[in-house]
């Protein structure tokens, strides 16, 4: 009988075109409301960022307007093109801005339309990866399923897994609100499935562009390199010398020019265009960013109580302040845990899914700041672990709806503070720096 219970559940599922049509006519369908919602209501369903990356595509192609000339030392050369560091808070790349263009001269919504490509492709891209390199290798998958149906268990289930992305709300509402985030995934991803094709050197220069779309990504180099190394080492059993060896070896070195030498040639030609501005409001701004709003960051409430505004200049406050509220002095925990994690476990068997799950995670949990578009860069690989972990689906369901609890409870205080103007920041710890506390307790108990 379970032979045919399998085979009735696998022909339950539907087909993994199927999921992808009905989440884009789900995308579509949000887009569309979102146009009519944004036009009847004082809260906006569009993210305020949307806003920021359509003004930014405007002051390109409108250099004169409020004299937004580029500053690069190369742009009067060429021909003349707006500076979209002229609009306030947008520290992104230009090309950000340069791929909504059609923004202006379409459709308003073209950047959300795009977007939501990107989580179908996205959803494509876990498919093929689980297709290719995950599902396959997973010998207890189904012991009870005949090699004839093997590849139709596979689909199946590499189908219901992409699903879980593609029909994710966290998903499908950040990029028809108009986050930017999938666009970023697309190319992790496509990071991810050359370096499991052992195609290295297109993973190294998508790593190059993930680096420069989003400075994070280049944590994955550390992963990369080592499981190169490992490679090799493997199959001369575990020596400490000669990992040292291989990794400035002819492969590993390879990989790390190629992606370093994209990420600095698109840099390159970005300054050379934009000037100071873009180096500063992409990069150099990140390294001093003092976000004393309210996000889910375990440091948001120590950042609140030493923020210079509160207690004068920053020379006023006593070295034990500084040092605490010094941006420095959270990227020791970060980096150290984000790094050395994908050193470490790059050179075992676990995989690089898996690998890169716990780097972004690491990163994520002891950043900065933190807002609900983070999630999305280490919930990209969940379905790609689930074969992998031995647990039941009523844990994977009780452990999203914990998640879900722990969230709502932070997202409360935050709507006392943003709608009611209650004041949340005093009392026992700020009430939604304590919700946050236990949001990330969860997160790094589970």
């Known amino acids: ?92 790349t230009p090309l950000l801005a340069i791929l909504l263009l059609p923004n202006e001269w ?14 179908l492709i996205n959803g494509a891209l876990i498919y093929q990866i689980l297709m290719s390199h995950i599902l396959p290798h997973v010998k207890s998958l189904a012991p009870d399923v005949s090699a004839k149906n093997s590849e139709h268990f596979m689909r199946a289930h590499a189908s219901l897994l992409a699903a879980t992305h593609l029909l994710n709300p966290l998903v499908f509402t950040i990029s028809t609100r108009g986050s930017s985030e999938a666009i970023l995934c697309t190319f992790v991803l496509l990071t991810l499935f050359y370096a499991l094709e052992r195609r290295h050197n297109a993973a190294a220069v998508m790593l190059g562009l993930s680096a420069h779309w989003k400075i994070y990504p280049i944590i994955y180099g550390v992963s990369c390199v080592s499981a190169i190394t490992s490679q090799r080492v493997n199959a001369q059993g575990w020596n400490f010398a000669y990992l040292l060896r291989n990794l400035v070896g002819k492969q590993a070195l390879c990989f790390v020019l190629l ?40 440091y948001f409430y120590l950042i609140y109580l030493t923020y210079s505004s509160f207690g004068g200049t920053s020379a006023d406050l ?22 050395g994690t994908g050193l470490v476990f790059g050179q075992l068997s676990v995989g690089l899914p898996f690998v890169w799950f716990v780097q ?13 578009q983070y999630f999305i860069w280490y919930t990209l690989f969940i379905p790609l672990l689930v074969p992998c972990i031995n647990i039941s689906w009523k844990k994977w369901v009780m452990c999203g709806a914990v998640w879900m609890g722990t969230q709502a409870l932070w997202l409360a205080e935050a ?20 919700m946050s506390l236990v949001m990330h307790g969860y997160l790094g108990s589970s």
């Not at 906006?44 to 002051?59: G, L, M, P, Q």
């Not at 379409?106 to 989580?119: E, I, Q, T």
């Not at 370093?260 to 992409?282: D, K, N, R, V």
């Open 360 to 372: 972004t995670f690491t990163f994520v949990l002891f950043n900065r700041v933190c807002t609900s």
């Open 106 to 119: 379409l459709h308003p919504s073209f950047g959300k339309y795009l977007f939501a490509a990107c989580d």
């Open 259 to 298: 992606s370093a030498g994209t990420f600095i040639i698109l840099g390159a030609i970005c300054y050379a265009m934009w000037g100071y501005p873009f180096l500063y409001e992409a990069y150099l701004y990140h390294t001093d960013r003092r976000d004393h709003r309210h996000n889910f960051s375990p």
């Open 318 to 339: 006593s070295i034990w302040r500084q040092l605490l509220r010094s941006p420095f002095t959270s990227l020791i925990p970060q980096l150290t845990l984000s790094l």
């Open 1 to 92: 009988m379970q032979p045919n219970t399998s085979a009735a559940w696998q022909n339950s599922i539907p087909r993994f075109e199927t999921f992808l049509v009905i989440s884009a006519v789900l995308r579509i369908v949000l887009i569309l409301y979102s146009e009519w919602h944004d036009a009847h209501s004082i809260v906006k369903y569009t993210d305020i960022d949307y806003r920021v990356f359509s003004d930014a595509a405007r002051f390109i192609i409108h250099p004169k307007l409020q004299d937004n000339i580029a500053k690069g030392p190369l742009a009067p050369l060429f021909f003349t093109v707006g500076d979209p560091y002229t609009r306030q808070t947008y520290r992104y």
């Open 415 to 434: 709507y006392k503070l943003e709608f009611l103007g209650d004041d949340v920041f005093l009392g026992f710890g700020s009430e939604v720096w304590f």
